[in-house]
């Protein structure tokens, strides 16, 4: 009984911490990966190294706002997308060197996914948002 009590707050625990954003779902294969969150939680920043994979993160953001992402990179081989998708995980929008910028309305929904994709890349993405 006291596994299956420690098995479920253990749950528990994951669970608070995926939904609050802190926990990363990862399937990529690099040398060299470094993620740095902005200072306000509203960036970040990805140094690469031979990535191919994808990471994955809850994205809180507030019902009701407008929302503006900006994406920059430096990458010298590969390819390395953002992606925002909604809470069944469908692509609202990609964002890329040719799309650097989009707006995001959150009119009913609050929790997104943010998920970075690559593709045998290396060098340095940063993806802002901002309130509008």
Not at 27 to 37: E, G, N, S, V, W
Not at 58 to 78: C, P, R
Not at 83 to 99: A, G, P, T
Not at 100 to 116: D, E, G, H, K, M
Request: charged share 20%; proline share 1%; net charge positive.
């Amino acid at each position: 009984m006291k596994i299956v009590l420690i098995f479920l707050v253990v749950c528990l625990l994951f669970y608070i911490l995926w939904i609050s954003g802190y926990l990363i779902i990862n399937q990529k294969r690099a040398l060299l990966y470094f993620d740095r969150r902005g200072k306000d939680s509203t960036s970040r920043k990805i140094t690469f190294s031979s990535c191919t994979g994808y990471t994955k993160r809850v994205l809180n953001l507030s019902k009701n706002h407008l929302y503006q992402f900006s994406f920059s990179s430096d990458i010298t081989k590969g390819t390395a997308i953002a992606e925002i998708q909604d809470k069944n995980k469908n692509v609202l929008f990609s964002l890329d060197n040719i799309h650097p910028v989009q707006n995001l309305n959150t009119a009913q929904i609050s929790r997104y996914y943010l998920v970075f994709r690559f593709q045998k890349a290396d060098g340095t993405i940063c993806l802002e948002w901002k309130e509008l």
